[in-house]
């Protein structure tokens, strides 16, 4: 009978710390994911960042990107007034680059990745 016991209580300690390897190996699996997450979300906002660029490069340069679209090629000089609004808002888009750079670089010092 006494052998029973201590096989059923060495069987649950086995099953416990069992769980608690599981638990641990689930843990890492999240915190993975979720820095897979965050460097996802970065890369599609820094593919956007890369196309407003682009489309600000277009619109200094006097084409538009909907003009393109429809397969109009022709070159509109842009007014001073407009290109000073276009460099008003690169700089802007520019500043907020860097802020969310900045913010992702911390985030993953933060969670220890290299």
Do not use: W
């Not at 029973?4 to 699996?29: D, S």
């Not at 999240?30 to 956007?48: A, D, G, P, S």
């Not at 990107?65 to 407009?82: G, R, V």
């Amino acid at each position: 009978m006494k052998i029973i016991i201590v096989i059923i209580f060495l069987a649950l300690i086995g099953y416990i710390l069992e769980q608690r390897r599981h638990i641990k190996f689930l843990n890492q699996v999240n915190f993975n994911q979720e820095t897979r997450h965050i460097m996802v979300k970065h890369q599609q906002y820094l593919l956007e960042h890369q196309i407003d660029t682009y489309k600000f490069a277009l619109e200094t340069l006097g084409y538009s990107q909907d003009n393109i679209n429809k397969d109009d090629y022709t070159k509109h000089e842009p007014s001073p007034e407009k290109l000073q609004a276009l460099q008003e808002e690169f700089q802007k888009e520019e500043r907020i680059y860097r802020s969310k750079n900045i913010e992702f670089e911390t985030e993953l010092e933060l969670r220890g990745v290299e």
